[in-house]
Nanobody
Framework: QAQLVESGGGSVQAGDSQTLSCVDS????????VGWFRQSTGKEREFVAA????????RYADSLKGRFTISRDNAKNAVYLRMNNLKPEDTAVYYC???????????????????WGQGTQVTVSS
């Protein structure tokens, strides 16, 4: 059964780096645009980054450009989110999400992603 599973969350100090992983045992992620989103307590879920199925082109939230990097490893059927110089405001539950296969749309639009993982908590302490 297809299921997105995130891992790599935890508690870190401000300035640290952390890499989140997203895998799926029942879905070939290279056929999907995969996005990372996050949700802080009391806030709406927001777009972080996405990687396109067509050419591995990437998109980022403007506020996160330069600190976060999304990538994929097709051999491992995984998508990663590398987060550098973490700040307390990065504290959130991070979710990976996948579009339907070969979809074209807005990478930051939540409704374009019908498949979601359960999320992984990232906590950044000052």
């Amino acid at each position: 059964q297809a299921q997105l599973v995130e891992s790599g969350g935890g508690s870190v100090q401000a300035g640290d780096s952390q890499t989140l992983s997203c895998v799926d045992s029942g879905r070939t992620l290279s056929q999907h645009t995969v996005g990372w989103f996050r949700q802080s307590t009391g806030k709406e879920r927001e777009f972080v980054a996405a990687i396109f199925w067509q050419d591995d082109d990437t998109r980022y939230a403007d506020s996160l450009k330069g600190r976060f990097t999304i990538s994929r490893d097709n051999a491992k059927n995984a998508v990663y989110l590398r987060m550098n110089n973490l700040k307390p405001e990065d504290t959130a539950v991070y979710y990976c999400a996948a579009t339907v296969p070969f979809a074209r749309g807005q990478p930051s639009r939540i409704n374009d992603y019908p498949h979601w993982g359960q999320g992984t908590q990232v906590t950044v302490s000052s």
